[in-house]
């Protein structure tokens, strides 16, 4: 069974002060890992697919890697404005047209002015 | 280009009670997926159409059942609710790239069982 593990659950920053978001992950055979950001009462909104171990992609102020078991983001220099949930999912390569996501439950971040 | 729409936007229902979503993908994309959220947790997988076809069903009792249209549009149908179906109802619109199914969500359904 695929799982994904989010830490930590809450995270409150200062304007400008960088972390990081890890997302543990155990899946068969991964076709990819999916970063979204959600605000409260809304879908989530597409962010970064991560294909392969090493592999890096960026985004304004945000910067996804992934190793075999596990994701990072990282927040450079935070806005209040990057406040919202951050989502992890993961989807196993399985047959043409299958293409369920596996979410954790997230990690809420809070930056403060 | 419009993203993935749901309707309703809100919806309170009685237990026992039976309802219906909708949802309209993004243009061109074939795949539309059902998911439930409850307050805290993350999105929890309940259906997958491709084609019109039920390519994957998750851990949800058979109340729940779902459909996809000629026009690749989708009902998710719930029936007998109960005080557990409150929720987020998110649809999922999915494009392949080389080598993912990238997946759009729709802004949801707030679905609230009294």
């Known amino acids: 069974e695929d799982q994904v593990t989010q830490s930590p659950e809450a995270l409150r920053l200062q304007e400008g002060e960088s972390s990081s978001l890890n997302c543990s992950y155990t899946?068969?055979?991964?076709?990819?890992l999916f970063w979204y950001r959600q605000d409260p009462g809304k879908g989530p909104e597409f962010l970064f697919t991560l294909y392969s171990a090493g592999e890096e992609k960026e985004k304004e102020r945000l910067k996804a890697t992934l190793t075999k078991k596990e994701s990072f983001l990282h927040i450079t220099a935070p806005k209040p404005e990057d406040s919202a949930t951050y989502l992890c999912?993961?989807?196993?390569?399985?047959?043409?047209?299958?293409?369920?996501?596996?979410f954790g439950k997230g990690t809420m971040l809070l930056v403060s002015p | 280009d419009a993203g993935v729409t749901q309707s309703p936007t809100h919806l309170i229902k009685t237990r026992g009670q039976h309802v219906t979503l909708r949802c309209s993908p993004i243009s061109g994309h074939k795949s539309v997926s059902w998911y439930q959220q409850v307050l805290g947790q993350g999105p929890q997988f309940i259906f997958q159409y491709y084609e019109k076809e039920e390519r994957g069903r998750g851990n949800f009792p058979d109340r729940f059942s779902a459909r996809q249209f000629p026009n690749y549009s989708s009902e998710l149908n719930v029936n007998a609710l109960l005080l557990g179906d409150s929720a987020l109802y998110l649809c999922?619109?999915?494009?392949?790239?080389?080598?993912?199914?990238?997946?759009?969500f729709g802004p949801g359904t707030r679905l609230t069982v009294t």
């Open positions: 999922a619109s999915s494009l392949y790239t080389s080598r993912a199914y990238e997946q759009y």
């Open positions: 999912a993961v989807q196993r390569r399985r047959h043409s047209g299958y293409s369920t996501l596996t």
């Open positions: 899946v068969s055979g991964l076709r990819g």
